[in-house]
């Protein structure tokens, strides 16, 4: 079946610092693939999504590249601001499919 | 972009009550809506799948006679928590695919339930 592992958090950083959070997949075909954003005591909102090998998607300065050789789909950010703080969620979805799979979350948490 | 809005974001009831949470598409159309359950700094856990005019597909371990879902029309979605109790308090999300246009889904911003 699907699978989603991202690193587990959380992860603390300082105002400008870079950003990685690992994520990889297991999944059979060629899943979408996606990175999710909460804030506190929100919903979940799209922060960016890719849906073949090598794209890159981006927003808000995360970007993230489809990479079917290693299955993996990481967040990065050259610089992180104190409002990036929250939790971001790795997801995949089979194009024959509406389900989207989830890794666990990692809080980032990002201080002055 | 696509919005989902839930009603209400925060309701606090006596054991035993049922609790109405809607889920509603605001500018585009939604033949399937899903519910999500999340515990405090958990993932989120897919409790069904809501079809638009058909009985909604319950993941396993979920009570479908706990949580009644109906999907009423193409823009709302409604969980029903029947006789509520404190094991029931969570936070609880939908979330609409919106296949018409960007092909992505939106998630709702979450109704937090507490039951005493």
């Known amino acids: 079946g699907n699978s989603v592992t991202q690193m587990e958090g959380p992860v603390t950083l ?49 970007e993230a590249t489809y990479r079917k050789e290693t299955t993996s789909f990481h967040l990065e950010k050259g610089s992180v601001q104190v409002s990036d703080s929250a939790v971001y969620f790795c997801a995949l979805r089979n ?13 980032l948490m990002v201080k002055p | 972009g696509a919005v989902v809005s839930q009603h209400p974001s925060r309701v606090i009831c006596k054991s035993g009550t049922s609790v109405k949470i809607e889920c509603r598409s605001l500018d585009f159309q939604a033949t399937t809506m899903f519910w999500y ?34 999907h009423a029309s ?37 109704t937090r339930l507490t039951v005493l």
């Open chain 1, 95 to 107: 194009n024959a499919g509406n389900m989207l799979t989830f890794g666990g979350g990692t809080r």
């Open chain 1, 14 to 62: 300082s105002e400008e610092a870079f950003l990685t959070i690992n994520c990889t997949y297991t999944a059979t075909g060629y899943p979408s693939l996606f990175w999710y954003v909460q804030y506190p005591g929100e919903g979940l909102q799209l922060l960016l999504k890719a849906t073949k090998a090598d794209d890159k998607g981006s927003n808000k300065g995360f």
């Open chain 2, 74 to 110: 193409l823009t709302l979605s409604t969980l029903t928590v029947t006789s509520a109790h404190p094991e029931d308090s969570s936070f609880y999300i939908c979330s609409a695919r919106d296949t018409g246009g960007t092909d992505t889904q939106y998630f709702g911003p979450g």
């Open chain 2, 37 to 70: 359950r999340q515990f405090p700094k958990q993932s989120l856990m897919l409790m069904a799948t809501s079809n638009e005019g058909s009985k909604a597909t319950y993941e396993q371990g979920v009570e479908k006679d706990k949580f009644l879902i109906n």
